[in-house]
């Protein structure tokens, strides 16, 4: 994952974000009627909607062999192996194209990294299209962790990395044995987690490098544009509660709702509050920026951080911080999502 937003120290691509984010202040009242009407819509449509199938501990197993190759910077063995793995998932289950994007970006300290954003399609040559995306990459410093001497250790990225692609293999899996009506893209995007924690470089995000070069060079034509998109982010922490993103909340706000509506539908209401939740600087910030309406799922207001899990950038973002209902919720009500959109 990000930071959370700085709204003082933004750069020329988040000015449009600081402008829906001053904006959303004067629509506080609003945004709760919208709430009230997306409760009544949950009670309608509870007696309707049956979850589809999504195997949690398929997914568990999927971010576990993910920390199992160790940690996944960009540049080492263990990144390209993961990414091998990635691709090779994707084409076991079914995927009728692959699209792998190779790339050198720069991080903030001038390093070069290499890149892949892994892309599986199916359904290519359908116009109608839902993207789902998550960051494959992990932090190459443990930066937030209690004990000093780790801040310059990469973190395990169990969660924070590991949960997101974990839930799109699992969603991968399911579409090949039932295909979806629309057309559905998974990209797992590289160089989310190299960014510099606590700032805002002026000119560029020195986050979602993979993101940025991907809105550049997206396989997409005017004709065949995701009708929206879906970010998971860190979707396994203990307990999790995902609050309504505000970046999303204000470029995407149908979306959310239609979301949130739907998780409770199906019995993830606890998960999915339906309450306001912080602004956040992920991938979805860059793909709203392609045109492509995205919001994010992420848990932002942990109860005993008021932010990100408590394991976030330590050490302790290891497969103990993994919790199969969290993966489940997240997964279950993304998927039933794409089954219920229609041509
Ligand atoms: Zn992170």
């Known amino acids: 994952m990000p930071s959370l937003i700085r709204i003082f120290a933004m750069n020329m691509k988040h000015k449009l974000t600081l402008l829906l984010l001053i904006a959303s202040i004067g629509l506080a009242s609003c945004a709760s009627r919208a709430d009230d009407k997306a409760r009544h819509t949950d ?23 993910q ?3 160790g940690p996944r910077v960009p540049g080492t ?18 995927a009728d194209t692959v699209i792998i994007q190779q790339a050198t970006v720069t991080r903030h300290d001038g390093k070069k990294l290499p890149i892949r954003n892994i892309m599986g399609q199916f359904n290519p040559s359908s116009p109608t299209r839902v993207l789902l995306a998550a960051h494959w990459d992990t932090r190459p410093w443990a930066d937030a962790d209690d004990n000093p001497s780790m801040h310059n250790t990469p973190i395990p990225g169990a969660n924070d990395g590991g949960s997101g692609v974990g839930v799109l293999l699992e969603i991968a899996r399911q579409l090949g044995l039932k295909r979806p009506d629309i057309g559905v893209d998974l990209l797992m995007v590289d160089a989310e987690d190299s960014g510099i924690s606590g700032e805002e470089p002026d000119g560029s995000s020195s986050w979602c490098l993979g993101t940025q070069h991907w809105v550049e060079n997206h396989p997409y034509t005017a004709g065949n544009m995701p009708r929206y998109a879906i970010v998971l982010d860190m979707v396994g922490g203990t307990d999790a509660r995902f609050h309504r993103e505000l970046v999303s909340q204000q470029a995407a706000p149908a979306i959310v709702d239609k979301v949130w509506a739907l998780a409770s539908a199906i019995g993830h209401g ?5 309450e306001p939740g912080a602004p956040v600087l992920d991938d ?60």
């Open 43 to 65: 009670n309608r449509s509870n007696r309707q909607t049956t979850p589809a199938p999504f195997d949690a501990d398929s997914a568990y197993a999927y971010v576990a062999h």
């Open 67 to 69: 920390v199992s190759f």
């Open 77 to 94: 063995a263990a990144h390209t192996a993961c990414a091998d793995w990635i691709a090779s998932q994707l084409r076991r289950h079914g």
């Open 270 to 274: 606890d998960t999915f509050v339906n």
């Open 284 to 343: 979805h910030v860059f793909i709203n920026g392609a045109g492509i309406p995205a919001i994010d799922i992420i848990e932002n207001r942990n109860p005993a951080t008021g932010s990100f899990t408590p394991v976030w950038h330590t050490m302790a973002d290891d497969m103990s911080s993994i919790d199969r209902r969290s993966l489940r919720a997240a997964g279950e009500t993304t998927l039933t999502l794409i089954y219920n959109e229609k041509q």
